[in-house]
Protein backbone atom coordinates (compact mmCIF):
# COMPACT_ATOMS: atom_id res chain seq x y z
CA UNK A 1 0.00 0.00 0.00
CA UNK A 2 0.99 4.08 0.11
CA UNK A 3 2.38 3.38 3.58
CA UNK A 4 4.78 0.25 2.77
CA UNK A 5 8.51 1.08 3.70
CA UNK A 6 11.31 -0.60 2.38
CA UNK A 7 15.25 -0.56 4.05
CA UNK A 8 18.08 -2.45 3.00
CA UNK A 9 21.23 -2.64 5.00
CA UNK A 10 24.34 -5.09 4.32
CA UNK A 11 25.76 -6.93 7.46
CA UNK A 12 29.46 -6.83 8.42
CA UNK A 13 32.44 -9.71 8.00
CA UNK A 14 30.50 -11.39 11.59
CA UNK A 15 27.02 -10.98 10.09
CA UNK A 16 26.03 -8.33 12.07
CA UNK A 17 23.06 -6.14 10.36
CA UNK A 18 21.23 -2.78 12.10
CA UNK A 19 18.14 -1.11 10.90
CA UNK A 20 18.11 2.80 12.23
CA UNK A 21 15.13 5.07 12.25
CA UNK A 22 12.15 2.41 11.41
CA UNK A 23 8.87 3.68 13.00
CA UNK A 24 7.28 2.17 15.92
CA UNK A 25 3.64 2.26 15.20
CA UNK A 26 0.76 -0.44 16.78
CA UNK A 27 0.21 -3.05 13.98
CA UNK A 28 3.15 -2.48 11.90
CA UNK A 29 5.14 -5.59 11.30
CA UNK A 30 8.33 -6.14 8.79
CA UNK A 31 9.03 -8.75 6.68
CA UNK A 32 12.85 -9.79 7.30
CA UNK A 33 15.00 -11.48 4.68
CA UNK A 34 18.56 -11.60 3.58
CA UNK A 35 20.38 -12.29 0.16
CA UNK A 36 23.31 -14.07 0.52
CA UNK A 37 25.05 -15.57 -2.30
CA UNK A 38 22.27 -15.34 -5.01
CA UNK A 39 19.67 -16.60 -2.68
CA UNK A 40 16.94 -14.95 -1.19
CA UNK A 41 16.50 -16.19 2.92
CA UNK A 42 13.32 -15.60 4.74
CA UNK A 43 13.03 -14.64 8.52
CA UNK A 44 9.40 -14.01 9.04
CA UNK A 45 8.00 -10.72 10.48
CA UNK A 46 8.99 -8.72 13.37
CA UNK A 47 7.27 -6.28 15.32
CA UNK A 48 9.10 -3.46 17.16
CA UNK A 49 8.67 -2.98 20.87
CA UNK A 50 7.85 0.15 22.05
CA UNK A 51 11.29 1.47 22.49
CA UNK A 52 12.19 0.88 18.67
CA UNK A 53 14.63 -1.96 19.51
CA UNK A 54 14.55 -5.80 18.83
CA UNK A 55 16.77 -8.32 18.18
CA UNK A 56 16.22 -11.40 15.74
CA UNK A 57 18.55 -14.09 13.91
CA UNK A 58 18.55 -14.44 10.16
CA UNK A 59 20.19 -17.78 8.92
CA UNK A 60 22.23 -18.37 5.61
CA UNK A 61 23.92 -20.94 3.95
CA UNK A 62 26.40 -21.01 0.92
CA UNK A 63 24.00 -22.10 -2.17
CA UNK A 64 23.86 -24.54 -4.72
CA UNK A 65 22.04 -24.48 -8.35
CA UNK A 66 22.31 -28.22 -9.05
CA UNK A 67 18.88 -29.95 -8.58
CA UNK A 68 20.50 -33.33 -7.82
CA UNK A 69 20.58 -32.54 -4.31
CA UNK A 70 16.71 -32.38 -4.65
CA UNK A 71 14.49 -35.57 -3.40
CA UNK A 72 10.84 -35.61 -3.00
CA UNK A 73 10.41 -38.44 -0.06
CA UNK A 74 6.28 -38.26 -0.43
CA UNK A 75 3.63 -37.15 -1.91
CA UNK A 76 -0.12 -36.68 -0.95
CA UNK A 77 -2.62 -35.62 -3.55
CA UNK A 78 -6.13 -34.95 -2.25
CA UNK A 79 -8.64 -34.79 -5.19
CA UNK A 80 -12.35 -34.46 -5.01
CA UNK A 81 -15.12 -32.69 -7.29
CA UNK A 82 -15.52 -28.84 -6.91
CA UNK A 83 -17.86 -26.32 -8.50
CA UNK A 84 -16.04 -25.25 -11.94
CA UNK A 85 -13.46 -27.87 -11.80
CA UNK A 86 -11.48 -30.69 -9.73
CA UNK A 87 -10.21 -29.28 -6.22
CA UNK A 88 -6.76 -30.57 -5.20
CA UNK A 89 -4.94 -30.41 -2.04
CA UNK A 90 -1.28 -31.37 -2.20
CA UNK A 91 1.24 -31.93 0.44
CA UNK A 92 4.66 -32.69 -0.85
CA UNK A 93 7.81 -33.24 1.56
CA UNK A 94 10.96 -32.57 -0.20
CA UNK A 95 14.54 -33.24 1.03
CA UNK A 96 17.49 -30.72 0.39
CA UNK A 97 20.46 -33.58 0.47
CA UNK A 98 23.46 -31.30 0.65
CA UNK A 99 24.54 -29.16 3.21
CA UNK A 100 24.09 -25.88 1.57
CA UNK A 101 21.23 -24.04 0.14
CA UNK A 102 19.20 -24.84 -3.28
CA UNK A 103 18.27 -21.95 -5.28
CA UNK A 104 17.28 -23.36 -8.69
CA UNK A 105 19.02 -22.73 -11.64
CA UNK A 106 17.55 -19.36 -13.17
CA UNK A 107 20.44 -17.42 -15.38
CA UNK A 108 21.81 -14.93 -12.44
CA UNK A 109 21.82 -11.19 -12.62
CA UNK A 110 18.28 -10.80 -11.94
CA UNK A 111 16.44 -10.24 -8.16
CA UNK A 112 17.02 -13.52 -5.90
CA UNK A 113 13.69 -12.44 -4.92
CA UNK A 114 11.77 -12.84 -7.87
CA UNK A 115 13.43 -15.68 -9.44
CA UNK A 116 12.67 -19.38 -9.31
CA UNK A 117 13.98 -21.79 -6.95
CA UNK A 118 12.15 -25.17 -5.89
CA UNK A 119 9.90 -26.19 -8.52
CA UNK A 120 6.52 -27.77 -8.60
CA UNK A 121 4.92 -29.88 -11.50
CA UNK A 122 1.09 -29.25 -12.22
CA UNK A 123 -1.55 -30.64 -14.76
CA UNK A 124 -1.67 -28.47 -17.62
CA UNK A 125 -4.04 -25.77 -16.98
CA UNK A 126 -3.67 -25.73 -13.13
CA UNK A 127 -1.85 -22.70 -12.77
CA UNK A 128 -4.73 -20.81 -14.39
CA UNK A 129 -6.74 -20.59 -10.93
CA UNK A 130 -3.92 -19.67 -8.88
CA UNK A 131 -2.07 -21.38 -6.53
CA UNK A 132 -1.92 -20.98 -2.84
CA UNK A 133 0.78 -22.30 -0.12
CA UNK A 134 -1.80 -23.41 2.84
CA UNK A 135 0.86 -24.75 4.85
CA UNK A 136 5.06 -24.79 4.98
CA UNK A 137 7.77 -25.46 7.19
CA UNK A 138 9.84 -22.54 6.09
CA UNK A 139 8.43 -19.18 5.27
CA UNK A 140 7.89 -18.63 1.40
CA UNK A 141 7.07 -14.92 0.98
CA UNK A 142 6.84 -15.33 -2.89
CA UNK A 143 5.37 -17.84 -5.95
CA UNK A 144 5.76 -17.40 -9.55
CA UNK A 145 4.46 -19.16 -12.51
CA UNK A 146 6.77 -21.25 -14.59
CA UNK A 147 6.07 -23.38 -17.82
CA UNK A 148 5.80 -26.83 -15.75
CA UNK A 149 3.66 -25.47 -13.08
CA UNK A 150 5.20 -22.62 -10.05
CA UNK A 151 8.11 -22.70 -8.01
CA UNK A 152 8.91 -20.43 -4.46
CA UNK A 153 11.52 -18.14 -4.39
CA UNK A 154 12.84 -18.75 -1.48
CA UNK A 155 16.48 -20.54 -0.93
CA UNK A 156 15.75 -24.33 0.38
CA UNK A 157 18.02 -25.21 3.36
CA UNK A 158 20.09 -28.32 4.00
CA UNK A 159 17.34 -31.00 5.16
CA UNK A 160 13.49 -32.10 4.80
CA UNK A 161 10.89 -29.41 4.37
CA UNK A 162 7.12 -29.80 3.92
CA UNK A 163 4.67 -27.72 1.53
CA UNK A 164 1.20 -27.89 1.16
CA UNK A 165 -0.72 -26.18 -1.19
CA UNK A 166 -3.66 -25.93 -3.16
CA UNK A 167 -5.34 -25.04 -6.46
CA UNK A 168 -8.35 -26.33 -9.15
CA UNK A 169 -7.80 -28.16 -12.21
CA UNK A 170 -10.46 -27.52 -15.14
CA UNK A 171 -12.32 -30.26 -16.90
CA UNK A 172 -14.77 -31.38 -19.33
CA UNK A 173 -17.53 -33.36 -18.65
CA UNK A 174 -16.21 -34.39 -15.24
CA UNK A 175 -13.10 -35.83 -16.74
CA UNK A 176 -9.43 -34.75 -15.50
CA UNK A 177 -6.13 -35.30 -17.17
CA UNK A 178 -4.02 -34.94 -13.55
CA UNK A 179 -0.98 -36.39 -15.54
CA UNK A 180 2.28 -34.34 -14.85
CA UNK A 181 6.12 -34.49 -15.19
CA UNK A 182 8.83 -35.33 -12.39
CA UNK A 183 11.10 -32.36 -11.46
CA UNK A 184 13.07 -34.06 -9.15
CA UNK A 185 13.60 -38.04 -8.08
CA UNK A 186 9.88 -38.91 -6.23
CA UNK A 187 10.15 -41.64 -3.75
CA UNK A 188 6.59 -42.31 -3.17
CA UNK A 189 3.50 -41.09 -4.26
CA UNK A 190 -0.09 -41.48 -2.83
CA UNK A 191 -3.72 -40.12 -4.82
CA UNK A 192 -6.40 -39.88 -2.52
CA UNK A 193 -9.40 -40.06 -4.35
CA UNK A 194 -13.53 -39.39 -2.90
CA UNK A 195 -16.37 -40.53 -4.24
CA UNK A 196 -17.75 -40.21 -7.10
CA UNK A 197 -13.86 -40.05 -8.94
CA UNK A 198 -12.37 -43.25 -10.01
CA UNK A 199 -8.93 -42.83 -10.77
CA UNK A 200 -6.82 -44.35 -13.65
CA UNK A 201 -3.02 -44.24 -13.91
CA UNK A 202 -0.04 -46.19 -15.66
CA UNK A 203 1.72 -45.95 -12.45
CA UNK A 204 -0.50 -45.52 -9.41
CA UNK A 205 -2.00 -49.11 -7.90
CA UNK A 206 -5.56 -49.31 -6.02
CA UNK A 207 -4.35 -49.61 -1.93
CA UNK A 208 -7.50 -49.59 -0.12
CA UNK A 209 -9.58 -47.26 1.40
CA UNK A 210 -8.96 -44.25 4.36
CA UNK A 211 -11.77 -42.16 6.38
CA UNK A 212 -9.98 -38.77 7.19
CA UNK A 213 -12.81 -36.52 8.69
CA UNK A 214 -16.20 -37.63 7.58
CA UNK A 215 -14.70 -38.43 4.01
CA UNK A 216 -14.19 -42.07 2.98
CA UNK A 217 -10.85 -42.13 -0.02
CA UNK A 218 -9.99 -44.00 -2.23
CA UNK A 219 -6.08 -44.66 -2.30
CA UNK A 220 -3.92 -45.08 -5.40
CA UNK A 221 -0.35 -45.31 -4.45
CA UNK A 222 2.99 -46.52 -5.57
CA UNK A 223 6.52 -46.47 -3.97
CA UNK A 224 8.46 -46.59 -7.62
CA UNK A 225 11.08 -43.93 -7.87
CA UNK A 226 9.57 -41.76 -10.27
CA UNK A 227 12.92 -40.04 -12.21
CA UNK A 228 13.15 -36.48 -13.10
CA UNK A 229 11.47 -36.52 -16.58
CA UNK A 230 9.64 -39.16 -16.01
CA UNK A 231 5.66 -38.72 -16.40
CA UNK A 232 2.99 -39.73 -13.85
CA UNK A 233 -0.26 -39.98 -16.22
CA UNK A 234 -3.48 -39.82 -14.05
CA UNK A 235 -7.08 -39.85 -15.40
CA UNK A 236 -9.67 -38.63 -12.95
CA UNK A 237 -13.45 -38.76 -13.95
CA UNK A 238 -16.90 -38.28 -12.06
CA UNK A 239 -18.97 -41.21 -12.50
CA UNK A 240 -22.42 -40.39 -11.15
CA UNK A 241 -22.95 -38.73 -7.83
CA UNK A 242 -22.78 -36.10 -5.90
CA UNK A 243 -19.79 -34.27 -3.99
CA UNK A 244 -19.68 -32.11 -0.89
CA UNK A 245 -15.86 -30.64 -2.37
CA UNK A 246 -12.59 -30.75 -0.60
CA UNK A 247 -12.45 -29.17 2.92
CA UNK A 248 -9.32 -27.90 3.30
CA UNK A 249 -9.07 -28.11 7.02
CA UNK A 250 -10.55 -31.13 7.52
CA UNK A 251 -7.43 -33.12 5.13
CA UNK A 252 -4.74 -30.71 7.25
CA UNK A 253 -6.61 -32.19 10.24
CA UNK A 254 -6.25 -35.94 8.71
CA UNK A 255 -2.67 -35.18 7.87
CA UNK A 256 -1.47 -33.87 11.03
CA UNK A 257 -3.44 -36.69 12.71
CA UNK A 258 -2.42 -39.51 10.71
CA UNK A 259 1.47 -38.01 10.51
CA UNK A 260 0.66 -37.91 6.68
CA UNK A 261 1.46 -34.26 5.78
CA UNK A 262 4.40 -34.95 3.33
CA UNK A 263 4.23 -35.14 -0.81
CA UNK A 264 5.65 -35.06 -4.33
CA UNK A 265 5.10 -36.35 -7.46
CA UNK A 266 6.43 -39.99 -8.67
CA UNK A 267 6.82 -43.31 -10.69
CA UNK A 268 8.98 -44.90 -13.19
CA UNK A 269 8.76 -44.68 -16.77
CA UNK A 270 8.39 -48.18 -18.70
CA UNK A 271 11.77 -47.06 -20.96
CA UNK A 272 14.60 -49.53 -21.58
CA UNK A 273 17.40 -49.41 -18.87
CA UNK A 274 20.18 -48.67 -20.83
CA UNK A 275 23.62 -50.69 -20.09
CA UNK A 276 25.25 -50.59 -16.18
CA UNK A 277 27.78 -48.31 -16.17
CA UNK A 278 30.15 -46.83 -13.25
CA UNK A 279 27.89 -44.53 -11.24
CA UNK A 280 29.35 -41.25 -10.44
CA UNK A 281 29.88 -39.41 -7.41
CA UNK A 282 26.70 -37.37 -7.31
CA UNK A 283 25.09 -40.49 -7.95
CA UNK A 284 26.48 -42.65 -5.31
CA UNK A 285 25.22 -39.97 -3.24
CA UNK A 286 22.14 -39.22 -3.94
CA UNK A 287 21.78 -43.28 -3.61
CA UNK A 288 22.76 -43.05 0.01
CA UNK A 289 20.55 -39.86 0.42
CA UNK A 290 17.73 -41.89 -0.83
CA UNK A 291 18.53 -45.11 1.77
CA UNK A 292 18.49 -42.78 4.87
CA UNK A 293 15.77 -41.25 3.77
CA UNK A 294 14.08 -44.54 3.40
CA UNK A 295 15.46 -45.91 6.83
CA UNK A 296 14.35 -42.43 8.48
CA UNK A 297 10.92 -43.33 7.24
CA UNK A 298 10.92 -46.77 8.89
CA UNK A 299 10.43 -48.19 4.87
CA UNK A 300 13.84 -50.10 5.26
CA UNK A 301 15.46 -51.67 8.11
CA UNK A 302 19.71 -51.35 8.99
CA UNK A 303 20.89 -54.28 7.10
Do not use: C
Not at 35 to 54: H, N, Q
Not at 208 to 225: H, M, N, P, Q
Not at 230 to 235: E, G
Amino acid sequence: GDDELVRRTRSDDEGRYVFRRLPVEDGRFFGLDAIYEGGMFAGGAVELTSDGEVETTLRVWPTIDDPAAIIVRRDNVFLSTGKGGLDVIESTTVVNTSHEAYIGRAPGGGDPGTQPTLGFALPEGAADGGVRIVDSTIDVPGLVETDFGFATTVALPPGEHRFTFAYRLPGAAGAYDFSRVALYPVLKTTVYASDPLQVRSNRLEEAGTEEIGDTDYRLFSTTDVLDPGDRLQISATAEAGGSSGLTLGIVLAGLLAGGLIAVAVLRRGGARAPAPREPSRDELVRAIAELDIRHDAGEIDDR
